[in-house]
């Protein structure tokens, strides 16, 4: 498992147990995105987050998907986006994000996918800011096919949020 790999997942577990672990902070809720931070080994991150507004197939048994755009400043990361869609992906496959007519390709590892140019990423961000939603399309290690819709309402304000406490301003 590569770092980023176990990185994505302490933050996505921490996203469900709040009340377990209090490391995680809310710092804000923007329609159907929110802005948290927390510290992973001394280091601060901090991260807009958003579940979908709908999944296909509804009968499917997987954990939550996520949209996350993280902040990690002693590692002068900033804009990186990632996607769980709530299980192992194919091997070797990619995940695509779709925002008005542009397509993105995530490259996955585990359950995990992300983008791997800075380039691409910043795109996306101008696309998310300025669009109503965003669709992904994944392909499960078992074969089973998915897209989740996530709602860009409120991501501007959540991503500012983010972008701000961990001083990328």
Do not use: H
């Not at 929110?34 to 992973?40: C, G, K």
């Not at 280091?43 to 949209?67: F, G």
């Not at 007519?101 to 359950?111: H, L, P, S």
């Amino acid at each position: 498992m590569s770092i980023r790999v176990l990185f994505f997942s302490i933050i996505y577990l921490l996203s469900f147990e709040q009340k377990i672990f209090a490391q995680i902070k809310l710092d804000g809720q923007f329609k159907n995105w929110t802005a948290q931070n927390t510290n992973i080994n001394g280091q601060q991150v901090c991260y807009a987050v958003s579940s979908p507004v709908a999944s296909d197939p509804k009968n499917l048994n997987r954990a939550e998907s996520r949209m996350f755009v993280s902040f990690r400043p002693n590692d002068k990361i900033q804009n990186e986006i990632s996607v769980t869609s709530g299980y192992n992906y194919k091997a070797s496959s990619k995940v695509n994000v779709a925002i008005d007519k542009k397509e993105f390709k995530f490259e996955t590892e585990d359950n995990f996918a992300w983008l791997t140019k800075y380039e691409e990423e910043v795109a996306m961000i101008e696309l998310m800011r300025k669009s109503s939603q965003a669709k992904i399309s994944a392909t499960s290690a078992k074969g089973s096919k998915t897209i989740d819709t996530f709602s860009l309402s409120g991501f501007s304000d959540a991503y500012e949020a983010a972008k701000k406490k961990c001083n990328f301003i």
